[in-house]
T-cell receptor, first 113, second 112 residues
C-alpha cells in the first residue's frame, strides 16, 4: 500500500460526458502528479500541483483540468469525453523535492463507450 | 530532464540476480536516478533512487558509475513476482517542476 488513494477504481461513461477523478496523497506530501496511461502508450505526465498551486503542465488536453484543494487532495476533471480518453489515470504524491520519492496510487480505469 | 536508454526486454532465471542497465549520458549534476517498476497495469512502484553513491534497500541495489553516465539496477535473487516493466528515470528540479518522465522501460521476464 503506497498510501496514495484514488477513487473510483473503475469508471464507465458515455462519450460527451464529464467525470471527476479524485486523489488523496500520502500524509504530509505537498506535491501531486497526474498521469495517463493508454493501451498503446506509456505513462504520460499530465500536470503537477504543489501545495495548491499548479507547478508544471505536460500533455494535458484543454478538455482536462485539475486542482489541488487546501487539504491537499486533488481532482482531475475530464470533460467532453471521447473514446480515445479511455485509459488508466494515475496519481502520485511526494513531499516535493526531487530527492524525495514519489508514490503512485493504484489508478482509475476509465472506459468511455 | 536527461533522457535514458534501456534495453527493451530482458530475461532472467528465477533465483538468479537480475542486472538492468540504463544509460543517461546527458545527466546533470543535480539530477537523481530513479527506478520504478510496473506490474501489469498496477500503479508504478518505487524501487530505489540515488544521486552519486551506490544505494541499497530491501528491494534492490543501485550502482551508479563514477561519471554518472550510466547505472545498473540489481535485483539480487529474482522471483517470478519480479516480472514487470522497469523504468529508469532521471529526475531534476527546475522552474518547470520535478515530474517523473517515463520512457519505454525494460520488460523483465523472470523464468522458472
Amino acid at each position: 500500500d503506497s498510501g496514495v488513494t484514488q477513487t473510483p477504481k473503475h469508471l464507465i461513461t458515455a462519450t460527451g460526458q464529464r467525470v471527476t477523478l479524485r486523489c488523496s496523497p500520502r500524509s504530509g506530501d505537498l506535491s501531486v502528479y497526474w498521469y495517463q496511461q493508454s493501451l498503446d502508450q506509456g505513462l504520460q505526465f499530465l500536470i503537477q500541483y504543489y501545495n495548491g498551486e499548479e507547478r508544471a503542465k505536460g500533455n494535458i488536453l484543454e478538455r482536462f483540468s485539475a486542482q489541488q484543494f487546501p487539504d491537499l487532495h486533488s481532482e482531475l476533471n475530464l470533460s467532453s469525453l471521447e473514446l480515445g480518453d479511455s485509459a488508466l489515470y494515475f496519481c502520485a504524491s511526494s513531499e516535493g523535492g526531487s530527492g524525495t520519492e514519489a508514490f503512485f496510487g493504484q489508478g482509475t480505469r476509465l472506459t468511455v463507450v | 530532464d536527461a533522457k535514458t536508454t534501456q534495453p527493451t526486454s530482458m530475461d532472467c532465471a528465477e533465483g538468479r540476480a537480475a542486472n538492468l542497465p540504463c544509460n543517461h549520458s546527458t545527466i546533470s549534476g543535480n539530477e537523481y536516478v530513479y527506478w520504478y517498476r510496473q506490474i501489469h497495469s498496477q500503479g508504478p512502484q518505487y524501487i530505489i533512487h540515488g544521486l552519486k553513491n551506490n544505494e541499497t534497500n530491501e528491494m534492490a541495489s543501485l550502482i551508479i558509475t563514477e561519471d554518472r553516465k550510466s547505472s545498473t539496477l540489481i535485483l539480487p535473487h529474482a522471483t517470478l513476482r519480479d516480472t514487470a516493466v522497469y523504468y529508469c528515470i532521471v529526475r531534476g528540479a527546475n522552474n518547470a517542476g520535478n515530474m517523473l518522465t517515463f520512457g519505454g522501460g525494460t520488460r523483465l521476464m523472470v523464468k522458472p
